[in-house]
């Protein structure tokens, strides 16, 4: 298991396991949600812990035969290791992701499954949701494609980036979570794939929504925002 001990904060840590059983949440009444999907998301809460725990899931045809089992390659290359580790790089440089609090893996013999606790973002919404409700303001396009920026002028690609990935607080500050296959790059093409990743999210969202919740106008708001952050000297 990697852990953060600050972070653990009074967590049982006579039980580790058990910190990533949703039940063992559940029995203590702290399990105050489940976000599904690929993914399934579980958000823990006793008024001081406020986290996110993630069960690692495939996805595309091979989720039919081996859901949530990925094929043992060394503990350096455990997703939940490597999407911790990468996350506690980035928090510690002040980059706008959430804080990892512990990750581990079970082994059986060639397979291994995992699991990611993180701090959650207080009072926040994937940006897809917010888009949904709503007409979104020029400053909340241009603070999203800015946090992107930082991230890639950071050398971060992420392998997922979407609408879904992004969450804004009630002060309209920008987290990017689920990192899982993200990592460190020296700048290249791939910059451009995660926008382009991004705007096809975006293009898909917006054929169930008003004509007005997305426009060439807003993607250009988001691209203002990452360019006047890419132009920045490199951290």
Not at 43 to 52: C, E, K, L
Not at 133 to 162: I, K
Request: proline share 5%; glycine share 8%; net charge positive.
């Amino acid at each position: 298991m990697l852990s953060d001990p600050a972070c653990l904060g009074n967590a049982p840590t006579d039980a580790a396991e058990a910190l990533f059983d949703p039940e063992f949440w559940r029995n203590r009444n702290e399990l105050t949600s489940v976000s599904r999907g690929r993914g399934s998301a579980w958000f823990i809460a006793d008024g001081v812990r406020q986290w996110v725990l993630r069960h690692y899931r495939r996805g595309g045809w091979i989720a039919r035969l081996v859901h949530d089992r990925y094929l043992w390659t060394g503990e350096a290359r455990v997703r939940a290791f490597a999407e911790w580790r990468l996350l506690e790089s980035l928090s510690r440089r002040g980059l706008p992701v959430p804080q990892p609090v512990a990750a581990r893996y079970q082994r059986s013999g060639l397979l291994y499954r995992c699991d990611l606790i993180t701090q959650r973002i207080q009072g926040a919404e994937p940006f897809s949701e917010m888009l949904g409700r709503d007409v979104v303001p020029e400053s909340t396009w241009r603070a999203l494609g800015a946090a992107v920026g930082r991230l890639h002028r950071a050398g971060v690609d992420h392998a997922d980036l979407n609408a879904h990935n992004l969450l804004l607080d009630g002060r309209g500050a920008v987290t990017v979570i689920d990192f899982d296959r993200g990592r460190m790059r020296v700048p290249g093409a791939w910059t451009a794939r995660n926008l382009q990743r991004l705007r096809r999210s975006l293009a898909k969202l917006a054929r169930e929504l008003p004509a007005d919740r997305y426009t060439e106008q807003h993607w250009q708001w988001f691209v203002a925002g990452y360019d006047a952050e890419i132009e920045l000297e490199s951290p």
